[in-house]
T-cell receptor
Framework: GQQVMQIPQYQHVQEGEDFTTYCNSS?????IQWYKQRPGGHPVFLIQ?????EVKKQKRLTFQFGEAKKNSSLHITATQTTDVGTYFCAGGTSYGKLTFGQGTILTVHP | DGGITQSPKYLFRKEGQNVTLSCEQN?????MYWYRQDPGQGLRLIYY???????QKGDIAEGYSVSREKKESFPLTVTSAQKNPTAFYLCASSKGQGTSYEQYFGPGTRLTVT
């Protein structure tokens, strides 16, 4: 089936360092969504990207959708301890379903 | 207070028993979903429903069953045929069908089968 691959699986950073997670699909996506799951919690929607080459920002978070609509990235500038959690991308596929990536677990050391 | 509720938060069962996880939403959403979360594997879709009295298999439906008799409710039964039922189960809903709608997740049920 259609897969959305996300790397890295784990990322440990010192507070203040930047963080990036990448999402890749073998086929063109209709859209991509990003979710954050705090430890012990449930995924919460962050943002959706729809257009080729789209870039959106939310404070220290920058989301990009590739020109070919096959990849996406989430970049956090100057991480804080409140950023800890698992970040998931979810791609809209030709089957009309959202396919989630495996997630990147971010740990921030104070 | 609108949202999705799942109960119980923790559930323990003996191998060979069927168990039903509840999911209720008061968001008036049409679509509902069940996901399974295992370490390192992200969220995998079990079943989804776009309207009442209709549902479709997701990527890992074997050993599970669902019903959608009411718009608000989408219970999931983990049957004894499911080989590795121990996992964290998440229910979600969205306003409409299709991939452009954000999904709202419940708090999850952690099922342990021994």
């Amino acid at each position: 089936g259609q897969q959305v691959m996300q790397i890295p699986q784990y990322q440990h950073v010192q507070e203040g360092e930047d963080f990036t997670t990448y999402c890749n699909s073998s086929t063109t996506l209709s859209n991509i969504q990003w979710y954050k799951q705090r430890p012990g919690g449930h995924p919460v929607f962050l943002i959706q990207l729809v257009k080729s080459g789209e870039v959106k920002k939310q404070k220290r978070l920058t989301f990009q959708f590739g020109e070919a609509k096959k990849n996406s990235s989430l970049h956090i500038t100057a991480t804080q301890t409140t950023d800890v959690g698992t970040y998931f991308c979810a791609g809209g596929t030709s089957y009309g379903k959202l396919t989630f990536g495996q997630g990147t677990i971010l740990t921030v050391h104070p | 207070d609108g949202g999705i509720t799942q109960s119980p938060k923790y559930l323990f069962r003996k191998e060979g028993q069927n168990v039903t996880l509840s999911c209720e939403q008061n968001l008036n959403h049409d679509a509902m979903y069940w996901y399974r979360q295992d370490p390192g594997q992200g969220l995998r879709l079990i079943y989804y429903s776009q309207i009442v009295n209709d549902f479709q298999k997701g990527d890992i439906a074997e050993g599970y069953s669902v019903s959608r008799e009411k718009k608000e409710s989408f219970p999931l039964t983990v049957t004894s045929a499911q080989k590795n039922p121990t996992a964290f189960y998440l229910c979600a809903s969205s306003k409409g069908q299709g991939t452009s709608y954000e999904q709202y997740f419940g708090p999850g049920t952690r099922l342990t089968v021994t």
